[in-house]
């Protein structure tokens, strides 16, 4: 016995977790536990090092199963007593840990552990840090810390996410010992109780609202619609209304960690209600949920997928039409958002409206989504961009009556973005064109004559040509930062040794505005980015309107021969890729004849030493060969130069 001590005690987590495992065996072994009680207290209260508390508190956490029939209520008495003391320890491990063990020894003991003797602790760890205090001696070491004046605030010298003291261990503390009680928790759950943990969702510090979130997880499974009035600190009806504002609030945050844990407490708060009660929080919470699937956080992704299926099981596009309204108005409100990431997410929900929900449902609301999209191509983020060239030629192809006032705009936004810097931009612009087509044969023309105009842009290029014109060769937070006219040797001062960001729910905040069309922010396309964005325009078109494709599928071969851009391979690549669905719209003898000038410049791909452009060059003989016949295209790459016959025919069959 007189080892544990020292053992328990070890400087290293990963020794002190090897005694406890040693410990616990051991505990569980005997049936007289004082001694063993008597060194995890002593070691709790006694001993000077933070580890040694750390190891009692890991040890106590996994012995209470085994010391329910044999401790005392003076021993469990003495241990809760302990350990709630450390709830306000110096060190945040130990609170962390103290508030874990507080949890499991309720679990054994019972909802006693949080009245007797952890509520008034826990209550005055929250309440007392909601707010920042800081001393004046403190904030003046502060101050001298930054380098800042005496008149510095104590928000401008601490980051949002800064420690609170012991509000969030606090919290956490108070999410486990609700977890350790479960179901008798609910005369607990008082609207003073309710009041505090709101309270936290609202705080600054991410970190709280999170834990604050996971709180309310655990309080939805406490107070239920069949627990009992009596049994309850505050009315299920009451509960509900309030805590279905807060979950909006949640699911709506900047963070993801909050909206992952807000997602969780939301799930477990539709899921026991029937299907009545479940339908009154619709209007609420159904398009956040329905957002949340497209988030960018692969979790909360993930996690609201899974959710909206359980919830909405195989009506959800009913539910959607049944509360259109409040959907339209939320994914609005989110396309305009300061997070470039939460912007992304409305305008792809807005294509998914084009493309699933009841077009009488939608139809009122067709101008003004698209007045949004239209607003949302003047972004600084090109995933932003890309998700509003989706929606729009959605909602253009769906509606054609609707939003033929709003076309010309959309046509000018359209053609500037199949130039745009991002291959991907380039490829759905092409995809919207493509769907407009058929639905306003007005625009054909247009359409026509401005790929005839683009598609050969690429041969006057000049030499230096470069893949992201104008841009660092870096993104963040998936904007490419533009070039000042010294980046390299005379970096901005404005936006050097400035504040750096974790992640992208922090990301500067890209404005709505200011993006490649607005607010003086041009970044320059090169030629050959608009050539290229014309052959996912020929693509698009080739099976609605063949006679424009056959017309300039000769220019569109010419572009193969071009070498004397340095980001010529890049050009060849989409050409290859999109060359076999091109040749089946234009038809057989139109591909025929451009093999004379194609046939060579693919052999120079495959000869190539850039990787995707030689794939896409092996994949497009091979489809052509089958469009044509194996023997069909082997004759002509002989008649043309029998040399080039071995370099092929391992692509000629499949």
């Given at each position: 016995m007189d080892a544990w001590p020292e053992k328990l005690s070890a400087h290293l987590r990963i020794d002190?977790?090897?005694?406890?495992?040693?410990?616990?065996?051991?505990?569980?072994?005997?049936?007289?536990?004082?001694?063993?009680?008597?060194?995890?207290?002593?070691?709790?209260?006694?001993?000077?090092?933070?580890?040694?508390?750390?190891?009692?508190?890991?040890?106590?956490?996994?012995?209470?199963?085994?010391?329910?029939?044999?401790?005392?209520?003076?021993?469990?008495?003495?241990?809760?007593?302990?350990?709630?003391?450390?709830?306000?320890?110096?060190?945040?491990?130990?609170?962390?840990?103290?508030?874990?063990?507080?949890?499991?020894?309720?679990?054994?003991?019972?909802?006693?552990?949080?009245?007797?003797?952890?509520?008034?602790v826990i209550w005055t760890c929250i309440a007392d840090?909601?707010?920042?205090?800081?001393?004046?001696?403190?904030?003046?070491?502060?101050?001298?810390?930054?380098?800042?004046?005496?008149?510095?605030?104590?928000?401008?010298?601490?980051?949002?996410?800064?420690?609170?003291?012991?509000?969030?261990?606090?919290?956490?503390?108070?999410?486990?010992?609700?977890?350790?009680?479960?179901?008798?928790?609910?005369?607990?759950?008082?609207?003073?109780?309710?009041?505090?943990?709101?309270?936290?969702?609202?705080?600054?510090?991410?970190?709280?609202?999170?834990t604050g979130y996971y709180v309310c997880a655990e309080l939805v499974q406490v107070i239920r619609e069949e627990t009992s009035a009596?049994?309850?600190?505050?009315?299920?009806?009451?509960?509900c209304d309030q805590m279905s504002q807060q979950l909006a609030i949640g699911l709506a945050d900047n963070w993801s960690q909050v909206r992952m844990a807000s997602s969780v407490a939301t799930r477990k708060f539709?899921?026991?209600m029937n299907d009545e009660l479940r339908a009154r929080f619709f209007p609420l919470l159904i398009p956040r949920m329905a957002l949340n699937r497209y988030y960018v956080a692969?979790?909360?992704?993930?996690?609201?997928?899974?959710?909206?299926?359980?919830?909405?099981?195989?009506?959800?596009?009913?539910?959607?039409?049944?509360?259109?309204?409040?959907?339209?108005?939320?994914?609005?409100?989110?396309?305009?958002?300061?997070?470039?990431?939460?912007?992304?997410?409305?305008?792809?929900?807005?294509?998914?409206?084009?493309?699933?929900i009841d077009p009488a449902a939608l139809e009122p609301y067709v101008i003004t989504l698209l007045e949004c999209l239209e607003e949302s191509f003047q972004d600084d983020s090109w995933p932003v961009r890309d998700a509003a060239c989706i929606a729009s030629g959605r909602f253009l192809g769906c509606f054609p009556e609707k939003s033929m006032a709003l076309l010309d705009k959309f046509l000018t936004l359209f053609f500037h973005h199949l130039g745009d810097n991002i291959w991907s931009v380039r490829e759905n612009a092409a995809v919207a064109l493509g769907r407009i087509a058929p639905s306003f044969p007005s625009a054909v023309p247009e359409i026509e004559a401005k790929l005839k105009e683009l598609l050969p842009s690429a041969q006057s290029q000049v030499e230096d040509s470069a893949k992201h014109s104008g841009l660092q060769n870096a993104t963040l937070f998936g904007v490419a930062q533009p070039l000042t006219k010294e980046t390299d040797s005379f970096p901005d001062p404005e936006h050097t040794n400035q504040q750096m960001y974790s992640c992208g729910s922090l990301a500067p905040k890209l404005k709505r505005k200011g993006g490649c069309m607005d607010c003086g922010y041009h970044r320059p396309q090169e030629l050959w980015e608009k050539s290229d964005g014309c052959i996912y325009l020929m693509r698009e078109l080739a099976a609605s309107q063949p006679r424009i494709v056959k017309e300039n599928i000769q220019t569109l071969a010419d572009l193969s021969n071009l070498r004397h851009f340095k980001h010529h391979v890049h050009l060849l690549e989409t050409l290859w890729k999109q060359l076999p669905i091109i040749a089946k719209g234009a038809g057989k003898s139109p591909c025929k004849a451009i093999l004379e000038t194609i046939i060579p410049n693919l052999a120079y791909s495959l000869k190539g030493d850039h990787p995707l452009s030689c794939v896409a060059a092996q994949e497009c003989t091979q489809q052509l060969a089958g469009y044509l016949g194996p023997s069909i295209l082997a004759g002509r790459i002989e008649l043309i130069d029998d040399r080039l016959l071995p370099l092929f025919q391992p692509y000629l069959h499949r």
């Open positions: 002190r977790e090897k005694a406890v495992d040693e410990f616990v065996a051991e505990f569980a072994a005997v049936d007289d536990i004082r001694e063993h009680i008597t060194v995890l207290h002593t070691l709790l209260t006694d001993s000077e090092t933070w580890e040694a508390k750390h190891g009692a508190l890991l040890a106590l956490a996994q012995c209470f199963d085994s010391a329910k029939d044999k401790a005392t209520d003076e021993e469990v008495a003495k241990l809760a007593t302990a350990m709630t003391s450390l709830l306000t320890h110096k060190e945040f491990r130990i609170r962390t840990q103290s508030g874990i063990t507080l949890g499991a020894m309720a679990s054994v003991f019972g909802a006693r552990i949080y009245v007797d003797f952890a509520r008034d840090n909601i707010e920042r205090h800081i001393d004046e001696a403190e904030l003046d070491v502060l101050r001298k810390r930054v380098g800042a004046d005496a008149s510095a605030t104590p928000d401008a010298l601490l980051y949002e996410s800064a420690g609170w003291k012991t509000l969030d261990t606090g919290f956490k503390a108070l999410l486990e010992v609700t977890k350790g009680v479960g179901e008798a928790f609910a005369p607990f759950v008082t609207q003073e109780l309710i009041s505090l943990v709101f309270a936290g969702l609202k705080h600054t510090n991410r970190f709280v609202r999170e009596e049994m309850t600190g505050v009315p299920f009806t009451d509960f539709l899921l026991p692969e979790g909360v992704r993930i996690y609201s997928q899974e959710s909206w299926a359980q919830v909405a099981k195989d009506q959800g596009r009913e539910i959607v039409a049944t509360y259109i309204k409040e959907t339209v108005e939320f994914y609005i409100e989110q396309s305009q958002a300061d997070n470039h990431a939460v912007r992304e997410a409305a305008c792809a929900c807005i294509a998914e409206l084009g493309g699933k």
